[in-house]
C-alpha cells in the first residue's frame, strides 16, 4: 500500500531564503507526483506537475524533482516571499488515476 | 475555461440534521467528479469519486452518500450528521491525474 510522508510538518524561514519541502513515497511505481498548494481555508491549487519519466519540472521561483529509486520528491522554492505562506501537499498518482495525499508542510515566511 | 464551484464555504449544523454540499463544473463535459475530506494536520481522505452520471465509488464506509444527478454535478449529503463528520469537505475534478479544487466547505457539526 503506497504510503506518502511530508516532513517537516511546518517549516519557518525568513524571507529572501531558498527552501526545500520533502515529500517520500513508500512504492517506487507511480504514475506522476503533483504538488499543490492550499492557502488557509481554501482549496488546493495545482503547482507542479512531475510524469514518472521525468526528473524534474520548473515554474517561475519553484522546482520540484523526482526519484522514483529513491521513492522522494522535492520541492525547492526560490527567494521565499511572505506571499509563498502556505500548506504545501504532494500527491503520487497511481495507474488507476487515484491519488495518494501526504500530510502537507505549512511554510511560513517571515518577513 | 473550466471553473468549479462549491457552496456554501462554511456551515454550522446540529447533530442528527441533514446535509448537502452541492458541486458544479464548467467548462468541460463527461468530467471525474470527487470529494474529499481534510481533517486538521492530515492529507485529503478521498471520500468519493463519480466517473459519470449515476456512476459512484465509496471509498470508505461512513456516514455521508454522494448522487451526481447531472454531468456536472456532484452533491454530497448526509441523513443524520455527527460529531465526527466535522472537517473541511473539497470538491474536485480532474483531467487525468491531474485534479482542479473548488474552494471547500468548513463544516461544524455542534
Known amino acids: 500500500k503506497q504510503e506518502v510522508t511530508q516532513i517537516p510538518a511546518a517549516l519557518s524561514v525568513p524571507e529572501g531564503e531558498n527552501l526545500v519541502l520533502n515529500c517520500s513515497f513508500t512504492?517506487?511505481?507511480?504514475?506522476?507526483l503533483q504538488w499543490f498548494r492550499q492557502d488557509p481555508g481554501k482549496g488546493l491549487t495545482s503547482l507542479l506537475l512531475?510524469?514518472?519519466s521525468q526528473r524534474e519540472q520548473t515554474s517561475g521561483r519553484l522546482n520540484a524533482s523526482l526519484d522514483k529509486s529513491s521513492g522522494r520528491s522535492t520541492l525547492y522554492i526560490a527567494a521565499s516571499q511572505p506571499g509563498d505562506s502556505a500548506t504545501y501537499l504532494c500527491?503520487?498518482?497511481?495507474?488507476?488515476?487515484?491519488?495518494?495525499w501526504g500530510a502537507g508542510t505549512k511554510l511560513i515566511i517571515k518577513p | 475555461s473550466q471553473t468549479i464551484h462549491q457552496w456554501p464555504a462554511t456551515l454550522v449544523q446540529p447533530v442528527g440534521s441533514p446535509l448537502s454540499l452541492e458541486c458544479t463544473v464548467e467548462?468541460?463535459?463527461?468530467?471525474?467528479l470527487y470529494w474529499y475530506r481534510q481533517a486538521a494536520g492530515r492529507g485529503l481522505q478521498l471520500l468519493f469519486y463519480?466517473?459519470?452520471?449515476?456512476?459512484i465509488s465509496s471509498e470508505v464506509p461512513q456516514n455521508l452518500s454522494a448522487s451526481r444527478p447531472q454531468d456536472r454535478q456532484f452533491i454530497l449529503s448526509s441523513k443524520k450528521l455527527l460529531l465526527s463528520d466535522s472537517g473541511f469537505y473539497l470538491c474536485?475534478?480532474?483531467?487525468?491525474?491531474?485534479?482542479?479544487f473548488g474552494q471547500g466547505t468548513r463544516l461544524t457539526v455542534v
Open positions: 474536485a475534478w480532474s483531467l487525468g491525474t491531474l485534479r482542479f
Open positions: 467548462g468541460t463535459s463527461n468530467p471525474n
Open positions: 463519480s466517473v459519470g452520471i449515476g456512476q
Open positions: 512504492d517506487s511505481a507511480i504514475y506522476n
Open positions: 512531475i510524469q514518472s
Open positions: 500527491a503520487v498518482g497511481d495507474s488507476n488515476y487515484q491519488l495518494i
